[in-house]
């Protein structure tokens, strides 16, 4: 079995800091990971994604993920964000079958404030 | 361009009633998914379907049925609404194939049973 641990639920933020967003996983088999992030009112949108090959993965609006094997995480970075990045981000892990049933940690709030 | 549509998007039920909520997609995807999201849970599966006429359990099924009778759509049935189903749902769809294919979801239905 999988499972995901988004330790901090809320990360409250200043425009143009940096920020991380932390994810660890667990699983005993060959996983893909993922970032969604979602809006107010809306459904989640696909961030990035981790499938194989470079462990650094990027976004198109600046953010970046690490797949690290050894310690089990896949935190989210932004070096400087905007306060329209202000969202909930959820990570999650499937395994690498077809079926590509997601499961998804709790969730960080991220606020961003001027 | 109208992707993954859920109907409806609220709805107030008293215990014991019965409802169906409708997803609708209209990009010939052959996976469908049905997600309830509950605060500081996550989004967690439900049921899901690889194709027309099949389904399957996903981590939390208990209390939910699931038809597939159309390619492009995907009922998740309330038969005697409990309390504890009060949630957002949300709806996703995908290709299959041999390359990665991302999730699509709707915008969400807000249950609340009283």
């Known amino acids: 079995a999988q499972s995901v641990t988004q330790l901090d639920s809320q990360v409250p933020v200043f425009e143009e800091a940096p920020v991380e967003l932390r994810c660890n996983y667990s699983?005993?088999?060959?996983?893909?990971l993922f970032w969604y992030v979602q809006y107010p009112n809306q459904g989640l949108q696909l961030l990035l994604k981790?499938?194989?090959?470079?462990?650094l993965v990027e976004s198109i609006n600046g953010f970046e993920a690490e797949f690290n094997k050894s310690q089990t995480s896949f935190h989210l970075r932004k070096p400087s964000v905007h306060i329209s990045d202000t969202a909930e981000y959820f990570c999650a892990v499937s395994d690498s079958t077809g079926f590509q049933k997601l499961v998804f940690g709790t969730g960080t709030r991220l606020l961003v404030s001027p | 361009n109208a992707g993954v549509t859920q109907t409806p998007k609220f709805r107030v039920l008293k215990t014991g009633q019965s409802m169906t909520l409708l997803c609708a997609q209209d990009m010939n995807h052959e996976y469908m998914y049905w997600y309830r999201q509950d605060p500081g849970m996550g989004l967690r599966l439900i049921h899901y379907s690889v194709g027309e006429g099949t389904t399957a359990k996903g981590e939390v099924p208990d209390g939910y049925n699931v038809s597939r009778l159309k390619k492009q759509n995907f009922l998740l049935g309330l038969e005697s609404a409990a309390p504890s189903q009060t949630s957002v749902y949300f709806c996703?769809?995908?290709?299959?194939?041999?390359?990665?294919?991302?999730?699509?979801f709707g915008d969400g239905t807000r249950l609340s049973i009283l």
């Open positions: 699983s005993s088999v060959s996983v893909y």
């Open positions: 996703a769809s995908r290709l299959t194939g041999f390359r990665f294919q991302p999730q699509h």
């Open positions: 981790y499938l194989s090959g470079s462990t």
